[in-house]
């Protein structure tokens, strides 16, 4: 398969930019799909030991991959402990 791609290519260099760029997005997408999956608090791998997970977050605690105007170092907890 791979030995097609790349006669392919050969044949046709306008073709490399596209691979480039469909193979980054694939990347970036998977990349970012993981770690929505691993990094997210909503999510629960583990119900056993650590059933709400979302309850260990600490009130400065940072798990959004972008936040605009959100300083969480100068957040304070404003609910009771469970």
């Known amino acids: ?5 790349a006669k392919q290519l050969k044949s046709h ?3 490399i930019p596209l691979f480039i760029f469909i193979g980054g997005g694939a990347t970036m997408s998977i990349m970012y799909l993981s770690r929505l999956a691993l990094r997210n608090p909503d999510v ?3 119900r056993k030991n650590n059933p709400e997970p979302w309850n ?11 936040a605009v ?13 469970f």
């Open 56 to 66: 260990n977050m600490k009130p400065n605690q940072q798990y959004k991959l972008f």
């Open 13 to 15: 260099p306008a073709l």
């Open 44 to 46: 629960s791998w583990d």
């Open 69 to 81: 105007n959100m300083d969480y170092s100068k957040l304070k907890k404003e609910g009771p402990d």
């Open 1 to 5: 398969m791979l030995g097609v791609i």
